[in-house]
């Protein structure tokens, strides 16, 4: 067992960094040789690209923000840490692939099997984000000696939710694709929240 977990948020800051610059490959530029529409007219067919894009650029966003609020409470690291954390970026490497499947099938056949396939990735994030954190916090083996007891009750609860909120946009992608996506959106930003909050809270006298 090591007392650094600085090689571990480095390596992790890598792969956050590579995987949130891949998304933008997504977006063409439209060729010039094309007839007749407007550059413009092509640019807004390319919306599907453009959420796609937004949503997933968003949610790794905030898992690189929960990921460095957790990295605040560890002190320590072991084996099943670094594991546990590898499981997580695995996920993470996996979203570029599922932005661009989503993107490319938005709208055509196939749509509610990229949108499932694109779900899935945050289904299998959140699980994953959920033995990352249990694997730290649980009797508190890794945590911090000073680590705030409000703030690792904050993370837990806030993760729970993680995996129904997410399973519940898959099954919305076999209704509505375009409703799925933005509900993934909104829980990019809900989960922006709710450690900020736990940490308010806990500071108040």
């Known amino acids: 067992m090591t007392n650094d977990t600085a090689r571990i948020e480095a390596f992790s800051d890598g792969v956050f960094a590579v995987a949130i610059t891949l998304l933008v490959l997504d977006i063409k530029v439209p060729p010039v040789s094309s007839p007749g529409d407007p550059l413009v ?8 690209s453009y959420l796609a894009f937004a949503t997933s650029f968003a949610t790794i966003l905030i898992m690189w ?9 560890i002190g320590r690291a ?20 599922s932005t661009s499947l989503v993107a490319a099938y938005l709208g055509h056949p196939g749509q509610r099997t990229a949108a499932a396939v694109y779900n899935g990735t945050f289904i299998l994030a959140a699980i994953f ?5 249990a694997t730290a916090s649980t009797r508190g083996r890794l945590l911090r000696a000073d680590a705030d007891h409000d703030a690792v009750q904050g993370i837990t609860r806030s993760f729970r939710r993680g995996v129904p909120l ?4 898959f099954a919305l992608a076999f209704a509505s694709v ?3 996506l933005a509900l993934n959106l909104i829980l990019a930003i809900f989960f922006a929240l709710p450690t900020k909050l736990a940490t308010k809270r806990a500071a108040k006298p």
Not at 66 to 73: D, E, M, S, V
Not at 129 to 133: A, E, S
């Open 129 to 133: 984000f959920n033995v990352l954190w």
């Open 166 to 169: 997410y399973t519940a946009a």
């Open 78 to 97: 072991d084996d099943r840490l670094l594991f546990s954390n590898g499981f997580l970026l695995f996920a993470v490497t996996v979203i570029p692939f």
């Open 178 to 180: 375009t409703a799925s």
């Open 41 to 48: 007219i092509l640019l807004v067919r390319q919306w599907p």
């Open 65 to 73: 923000v929960n990921h460095h609020r957790i990295f605040t409470l």
